[in-house]
């Protein structure tokens, strides 16, 4: 397996975006699968004052398209930080490593976006006071398995889409 970096410091290859718009729709797709099945599709919509089955999955699907690339960045900062531990170092290439760290990221998304983030920027956008921290449990079980499932496929797309170059 070959891994290309672009030579343009700072700009990401046409491999590395491919591969994290693919792995962030097919993540996009199990967090809305979760959503859906725990009833909570419609909140994602809720926030955003927009009702509709088109706008929810369109929304899941863009926010996972903006919450990957900040995992992409992580797990490359990890593959080439030189006092990084061995198997965070190797999230970049095993599937079972980058869904490990895929689901630290979910949950870590969901408490500084969902549990306290949102809340708070709702309350100062309104000046109504929201609860925190917000204890929506099927958005923690969708962005857990966002994580999990981007960081799992993010290396075997990484991976195939460099060896077709």
């Given at each position: 397996m070959s891994y290309r970096q672009s030579?343009?410091?700072?700009r990401p290859s046409p491999v590395t975006v491919l591969t994290t718009v693919t792995a962030a729709l097919i993540a996009g797709a199990a967090l809305g699968g979760v959503l859906h099945a725990t009833g909570s599709l419609r909140s994602v919509a809720d926030v955003y004052g927009l009702e509709g089955v088109v706008n929810e999955w369109t929304?899941?699907?863009?926010?996972s398209l903006v919450a990957g690339g900040p995992f992409v960045a992580l797990v490359t900062r990890l593959s080439r930080g030189r006092y990084t531990p061995q198997p965070?170092?190797?999230c970049y290439r095993s599937p079972f490593l980058g869904a490990c760290v895929g689901?630290?990221?979910?949950?870590?998304?969901?408490?500084t976006v969902v549990a306290?983030?949102?809340?708070?920027?709702?309350?100062l956008a309104t000046s109504r006071p929201y609860p925190v921290p917000v204890d929506h449990w099927g958005s923690f079980v969708g962005?857990?398995?966002?994580?999990a499932v981007f960081g799992a496929w993010y290396p075997l797309l990484r991976a195939f889409f460099a060896d077709r170059r």
């Open positions: 030579r343009h410091r700072g929304l899941v699907f863009c926010h965070l170092a190797e689901l630290s990221y979910g949950v870590i998304l969901w408490v306290y983030g949102g809340p708070l920027l709702l309350g962005l857990s398995t966002f994580g």
